[in-house]
């Protein structure tokens, strides 16, 4: 061979093999990601006291990434997805996060449901530095990114929510006098420190107060309790089994206070026509997602397609379920930040991209609602929106409002 046809071979060497250096290069995985794969976990109460939560959007979750692997899956990688009962238990929480990481070997806890689970979880799954994504919790604490940065939530905090229900009354109802029923837990108690807080000066218009425990069977004698303290103005931040019992009670009683409930027990199907659509006129609530069992909704291309997803893949859940819907959302939202994380899937920068979100819209959020995260404030939600039942469907009243 001559020098000449050396010299050549050993250039085409040369370039192949940093062709091919620079492709390994420009992927980068950790634990549970390779070629053709990504692993993902879940776990979800799909029996215990939060079943009512757990087991539709569980459904929801797993037909969600058979759908997404039929497409393709995420540039290329097929999802392979674990899901584990966790029954709302802390300490069975802990042990399937652990089973998640050490057995299944996945990248990322993803969608967890509850506040209950996510705090009993949240110091292992940082521990081992492993993305606790987009959990379905409002909890203040879970926005922390100093002692907590692996923990990324994607859910109005209870908190803010508190506080634009203080800037609507402030703006609407300046005297009122008001009563407030809560769960007594971060659920509960966060969002009556939005409240105090977005009142401000004006935190003494609350003269009554209420709490119940969730595995209480009713909340009738605190309906009564808060009707005797004459207030005018009645908000709650209840499960959905106990605003169903606050609206008919309250209709029972024949008292009509200008009645505010969460925005997580604003379900018309769920909620609203159990406790009875004509005891629900006049209520007011936080939105950010479309209801898809709303009227007002009833021909919106997104509704459709959300609908259309869950009769294919997903056909014994119930689409006006509000805890599908989130997860609906949920689940777009981790496609999203996935995408963007293209060839390098570590979970360092799963986390980066899950908290540089600028102004991102996700299918079946309201107009004018987007989440926006940065490193320092991984609160998604910065605005939400008002809404008053007719008797049928919730109407939108004025612009989106921050909590500021």
Not at 251 to 268: K, M, N, Q, Y
Request: proline share 6%; hydrophobic share 40%.
């Amino acid at each position: 061979m001559s020098r000449r046809s050396i010299l050549t071979s050993y250039s085409i060497f040369v370039a192949t093999f940093l062709s091919l250096s620079a492709a390994h290069a420009q992927k980068t995985y950790d634990p549970g990601v390779s070629d053709t794969e990504i692993k993902l976990g879940q776990s979800t109460p799909l029996s215990g006291p939060a079943s009512a939560f757990g087991a539709g959007a569980g459904r929801a979750v797993v037909g969600y990434f058979k759908m997404l692997n039929e497409q393709g899956g995420i540039n290329g990688r097929k999802i392979s997805f674990t899901q584990l009962d966790n029954a709302y238990s802390a300490p069975k929480a802990i042990e399937q996060s652990r089973k998640l990481i050490e057995d299944v070997g996945v990248l990322a806890e993803v969608g967890t449901i509850g506040t209950v689970p996510n705090v009993a979880i949240q110091k292992f799954l940082n521990s081992k530095k492993v993305p606790q994504l987009f959990i379905t919790a409002g909890g203040r604490r879970f926005n922390d990114p100093k002692q907590f940065p692996w923990t990324v939530p994607l859910y109005p905090d209870f908190e803010t929510e508190g506080r634009v229900v203080a800037k609507y009354i402030l703006k609407t109802k300046p005297d009122a006098k008001i009563g407030v029923l809560y769960q007594n837990d971060d659920f509960g108690k966060d969002y009556l420190k939005g409240l105090r807080a977005g009142l401000g000066a004006k935190a003494n218009l609350i003269t009554a107060e209420a709490s119940y425990e969730i595995a209480d069977p009713t909340i009738d004698s605190q309906i009564v309790q808060l009707k005797a303290a004459g207030i005018d103005t009645f908000i709650e931040q209840s499960s959905a089994k106990a605003a169903a019992q606050s609206i008919r009670k309250t209709h029972e009683l024949d008292w009509h206070p200008l009645h505010i409930i969460g925005g997580s027990t604003a379900s018309v199907e769920t909620v609203l026509k159990p406790a009875g659509l004509d005891a629900s006129r006049g209520l007011v609530t936080t939105q950010f997602l479309k209801q898809p069992g709303d009227p007002a909704w009833a021909n919106d291309d997104e509704v459709k397609v959300y609908k259309d997803f869950l009769v294919k893949y997903a056909p014994s859940v119930n689409p006006d379920d509000y805890s599908v819907l989130v997860a609906y959302m949920n689940l777009n939202a981790q496609a999203t930040v996935l995408k963007k994380c293209g060839d390098q899937l570590t979970r360092e920068n799963l986390i980066r991209q899950a908290t540089s979100l600028h102004g991102e819209r996700i299918p079946m959020m309201l107009p004018g609602v987007t989440i926006s995260t940065t490193p320092e404030d991984y609160t998604p939600f910065k605005t939400l929106r008002i809404a008053v039942f007719d008797g049928t469907s919730w109407t939108l009243l004025g612009d989106p409002m921050t909590a500021d």
